[in-house]
């Protein structure tokens, strides 16, 4: 049989030119290469069960709010404005200092460390009636304390800002969400990510790591409404890798409640 085969062949590529060989050969490429592309298309568009598991009153959306409606969601990830993490920045690397400086403003600067909540109530307790507002340029670190310092801030009902030009992300808008005034200036750049997972030299994650990650999640989204915020903002917290970071245009950060007043472009007063 096949050394019929062999000679079908044979004689097939004797009695066709060479052009029309080459011709049948780019047009199975091409049909192979469709093929392909459809097959990934349709696995790329498969329902998820994790997805469609979700609760209905977080009212999921997987694109964008600027999205067309139409727009297929293969395409979604390309559209969402998402950025590298800020690198470089060594006042930002540093843990979190509180400074009170002039007109009741108190600067939070730096990484949340385990152990900032703490230093921050210290830094309240001793300075708590001079305090009005509480400037942030953060990016992010630990998520319960910032849960903590978002909710003493509440309060106390200090108003919470981020400068023109500033940085406040990761769990940094957990914090920021606790004044009863939010303030963003030109150019703040204020966005959120996946929560990673802290682990040691293991590769593989456990159930209970799983169930640890649930649990803060859920403690987010919580502390979120408590503070009125909009949780479409923790929607697209849990669809953007811990390592990018999707930052909320102007108008967003208005119409999901995470900033109470317009954009403010005063230039950082002078220490006092």
Not at 228 to 251: R, S, Y
């Amino acid at each position: 049989m096949a050394s019929a085969l062999n000679q079908r062949v044979h004689a097939w590529l004797a009695g066709n030119p060479d052009e029309s060989i080459l011709r049948w050969v780019f047009r199975s490429i091409v049909v192979v290469t469709v093929a392909v592309l459809a097959a990934d298309l349709l696995e790329m568009n498969a329902p998820q069960a994790f997805p469609d598991a979700a609760p209905s009153q977080l009212d999921v959306q997987r694109e964008p709010a600027d999205m067309p409606t139409d727009a297929p969601s293969v395409l979604a990830p390309l559209m969402k404005r998402l950025m590298p993490l800020p690198q470089g920045d060594r006042a930002l690397q540093q843990p979190i200092t509180f400074e009170l400086r002039g007109a009741g403003r108190l600067y939070a600067t730096g990484t949340i460390t385990p152990g900032s909540a703490r230093s921050f109530a210290d830094t309240v307790e001793r300075y708590g009636e001079y305090i009005k507002m509480v400037v942030l340029n953060s990016p992010g670190g630990s998520v319960a304390d910032a849960l903590a310092m978002g909710r003493l801030i509440r309060t106390k009902k200090f108003a919470t800002e981020v400068e023109a030009g500033k940085y406040c992300a990761s769990s940094c808008p957990l914090m920021f969400a606790g004044g009863v005034e939010r303030r963003a200036g030109e150019k703040a750049v204020i966005g959120v990510h996946q929560i990673a997972a802290v682990s040691s030299a293991a590769t593989v994650r456990s159930g209970d790591d799983m169930s640890v990650a649930q649990n803060v999640s859920a403690r987010c989204q919580r502390h979120l409404a408590d503070m009125g915020i909009d949780l479409k903002v923790w929607v697209h917290a849990m669809e953007t890798p811990h390592d990018q970071l999707f930052t909320f245009k102007p108008d967003e950060l208005k119409a999901l409640n995470l900033v109470t007043a317009m954009p403010d472009s005063r230039p950082e007063k002078p220490r006092s």
